[in-house]
Structures are given as C-alpha cells and as structure tokens.
C-alpha cells in the first residue's frame, strides 16, 4: 500500500507541479498522512509547506478543509489551484452570505470539488457547521499550527474550534504545520487539536548557507548601503511601520538602489505590481513590514536586512529564511542601537492593557458602530485604527494591542483588504434572464458582454474589473459600478464590490463589556510567555559568546548543534583567538631570544608547538618592528 502512495504520490506532483521529485521530508509526511495518522510536520520558511497536505489531499479525493488564518495566502493558493485546473474555494470573514452559500454548495455537490479554504472563525458558524457533515470531507489541514497553543507566540482561541469539528469526521486524517514551534508548542498542538498518536516530522531549522550576523549600529542607513554594494542581488529590508518603508525606500532611490515599498495599506493592485516587479528582478530591494513575505518563493534573495528588532525569535527566523532558498550563500543582517531594545520593552507594555480597558474599547467599538445588545454577529464595517484610538484618547499601539485582546477572546475580528477585488454571481437563471430583457431591454447588452466576458458567474462568485468592463463597453468605471449596482438592487446578480480598507467584523452578538471573559490566569500566563520570547529577542541581539545560529536552534529545541563559524560572533572568536596564538607565539620568542642566537634555532624549538608559517610571520613582524635582528 505505502509503494501505491508513493506511486500516486510522484505522479500527481508531476502532474500538476511539474516535478520529478519531492523535497527532503515531504515524502515522508506526505504518506503518514496517506496512511491515516495524524501527523505534525515542521518545515522551515520555503520548505514547501502546501505541496504536503495539496498532494494526499488530491491522492484521497473528496474535500480537504484546509484551516489557516492568513486571508492573503489562501487567496493566493486558491488562485494556483484553479490555474492548475483544481477547483477550490475560501471562505473567511467579510464574505457575504450568498458567497458562503455559493461556496458550500459546490463543496457538497460538486464531485470535483477539492479543496475548501476557511479561515478559523469561521468554523463557529451556523452556517458552516449546518453544511460541514454533509460535506465529503477526506482530509483535513491546519496550517500556522502554532496558533492553537497557548504557549505559541500567536495564541488564538477559533482554533480550538477545530478540534470540535473532528468529531463529524472521526476516521479523517488530519495534518498541522508550523514553520516554528518549540518544544512546548509541538507538544501542545497536538494535545489541542485531539491527534490519536504523537506523529511529528520535523526538518532541522538549520541554514548552512545563511550566515546571521548582528550589528550594533547609529547610523543604519549608511550601514545598509555598504552592505548592498558588498552583496550583489536582490533583498528584503524589514522595518516595524508603513510610514517607515516609504522613508527607507525613498533614501534607498535617492542613493541609486531599485527599491519600492510593500505593506498591507497599499491598493492590492499596486502590491500585486510591486511584488511582481521585486520577483521578476525589476526591483532590486523591498522595504516592507511584516505583512510581505508569506508564500512568496523566491529562491535567489542574498540578503535580508532588519531595521527594527522582531518582537519574538519566531517572527525575526521566519523572516530572515526567506534568504537564500536556492541553498546558494545569503546573509541576514540584524542592525540595532540602544533605542531599539527600549522601544522593544515599550512595546511589550502596551501590548498587555489593563483589561478594563480592553473592555472599554469593545465598548467603544459597540456604540461606534452602533449595535445593539444581543445582536452584531457577522456585521462588518470599514475600520480606522487612528481615528478610533483617537476618539477614546488612547495610544494607537495600545488600542491595537486591545484590539489584539478581544480578538483572541472571538468577539471581534479586524482584517485587511478583505474584498480586494470585485465579484458578481448571478442570482436569475438563463430563462429568467430571456424574460427580464423582455422586461427592460436597455439592459441586455450590458448583461451579455458580462456573460461572454466571465465564466462561471451562474455557480459561483467571479472576480470582475470595473475597469476591463468599462473599456469593453464604452462606459466609465463609474458607470459601470452603477450598473453592477442596479443590477444587485434588481435581484438579477449579486455584486460585491472591492473594498481597499480594513474591516471590523463582530463574530459574536454583543454583550454587556462585563461579561467579556479574560481569564486572569491564562492572561498571566500569556503575559510571562510573552516575557520569556522578549527576553529570547535580547539575549539573541546583546550576545557576544554565543554563535547565532546555534542561539535560535537551541530556542526552538535543538539543542546539539555545532557552532556555524561564519557569523558575526563566530568570526569574532576566530579573531580572538587569532590574536590570542599571535601573543603567545610572540611571548615565546622573546623568552628564547638573544642577539647571539639564530632565529632559525628559536622556529626549530617552537615548531612542534605552532604551525611553522604561523611562527615565521610573527617573526617578520618583530623583525619589522625591530624587536628582533633579522639573522635566520
């Protein structure tokens, strides 16, 4: 049966990947999976996370659930599944209900329907959970695994959910992935998500052909700079906010290096452009905050720079491996100063409220938006971080962080670009369309240019382009919004429009701010971890004596590895001892040396102690200093 797997297994990623062959590990946990156990797979940052749970799931047949909170990310693997000619769909929070429902129904009756992208609030729905056993559900997959641990970096309470939803397909196998996770972590994902054995395929953290290195540094641009001349290629350049990638970005042109900036508030359009511009090499450098980088592939990034220090050693690995995925020499350059590490600490206070004021900003947010009690659930509204922090007088990282809270308690939800694109589904049927251009003919050539110009708009939502429409019928972008619109008023389609803004979604009725439950000791418990990887971060940015690469592999557990002896610490302690062999040959020499004794007996005498080259050179240098006569 395993050699079978292995068959299908080989013959399915080269049919839709093109390759011959699988990486280090996927195999392997590719067919535990196959197999029916329960599996934990830890690959690190381009270790090809995806093509593990995409395989089996196309092997088994059936749905796969695929659970993971990154709306972007499945988006984008949606798109690579349908342009493989794999039919698969996401649902996540902001979508309106008729495109849930459209979705659901070609899970359920829709034989080659493969996989179904949800994000974890959503596995609390009526909605969902109404449809989901009636689903032929063959596999399920929970990616960024890490979030259902409470010991995990990024705890979040829907993904406890998954463990309920288990019990509709008892028999299914189900396989968690995580870039990183410690040892706590690996252990407590699989007590949280039910796993029937312990099951874990865990690919070393170690890079050998990513050299770390950390520079205490004031003048960080400048720095910056040397290192893009002294490293050919294109690279990443990470800082903490958005105003921050524009400056940085700016400075970079301004110094003759191709650079753009990336962050979660620009136009998708223009992300997309951005993106694709530093992937083609068009683009040498991409300033960018954390939202960039997250199933982005590129092999050939040389160097990855961070302005400003990670909050966590989970966050700054992940980050700095997205250099070198061609196993070809990269390096990651961490640049701080004393600001930094108490910006750091600062940031770590806000980021733990006292949580009557977390209640105070869920009761803010409830009369914002005006929603009355006992009511809300699934209502979605544009959000304003600024504008709402200002309006309760509260520092925005604060008010963040409070947001932060109350999303991990499932009340609320605060999203990105949730609608970055437009979408029509068509509510009337062919013969309903016939009798509604009897009705109002004005409207039937609008209607059939959007037929002839999108396929599967009566099945499922559609991806539109105002702006392509416009151009195909002579009309304005606005005129065709207005139609699109009238059409949606008239019930002949359903029309989402883009939305470029963020999105408050209130995933649960509203209740009293009093009966919002923190739990004081989970809470404390949460605050000391977070504590714990503060202190990770410093200790890996101040230390002196330990290699860096074994610093973060003993952090996330292990433990035996050898020192790289290529990072900044390495290489001090190389020169270190360098000069501590320069001094002790040295000192031997003028113990021994007199003017009536040849240099030449003093190197036989020391030859079997030092390397011969070693003693000769620092015999030329005394020479030179004149410390020595220069008879051999």
Known sequence: MRTDYSIQAHTILKQYWGYESFRPLQEDIILSVLEGRDTLALLP???????????PA????????????LVSLMKDQVAHLKANGIKAAAIYSGMHREEILSVMGNALFDEDFRFLYVSPERLRTETFLL??????????????AHCISQWGYDFRPPYLQIAEIRKFFPDVPLLALTATATPDVVKDIQDKLHFKQENVFQKSFKRDNLTYYVVKESDKNGRMLRIMKRYPGTGVVYVRNRRKTMQVAAFLREHGVSADYYHAGVEAKERDRRQDDWMSGKTRVIVATNAFGMGIDKPDVRFVIHLDIPDTLEAYFQEAGRGGRDLKPSVAILLYDEYDIRQLKRNFTLSFPELDKVRAVY???????????????NKTFPFSLTKNAKEMNMDVNQYYHALQILEKTGSILVSEHLRETSKIHFRMSGDELMQFYTEHPQWE?????????YAGVFTQYTPIDEEVIARRSGLTAIQVQENLKMLHENKVMSYEPKSEIPLLVFLENRVEAKYIYFNPADYADRKQQASTRLEAVIQYVTTQHTCRSRLLLSYFGETNSTACGSCDVCLSRQKQLHADKH????????????????????????????NEEDIMLVMREMVENGELSSQL
Do not use: W
Request: charged fraction near 25%.
């Open 45 to 55: 940052t381009g270790g090809g996370k995806s093509v593990c749970f995409q395989v």
């Open 58 to 69: 196309l092997v088994l047949g059936g749905v796969c659930i695929v659970v993971t909170p």
């Open 131 to 144: 449809n989901l056993p009636k689903i032929p559900v063959r596999m399920i997959a929970v990616d960024e």
């Open 363 to 377: 009761e803010h947010l409830c009369q914002r938006y005006h929603i009355p009690m006992g009511e809300g659930q």
């Open 445 to 453: 050539e609008f209607v059939k240019l959007l037929l002839r110009s």
């Open 583 to 610: 001094r002790q040959i040295k000192d031997a020499i003028r113990e021994r040396y007199s003017p009536k004794i040849m240099l030449r007996e003093i190197l036989n005498q020391l030859s079997d102690r030092y």
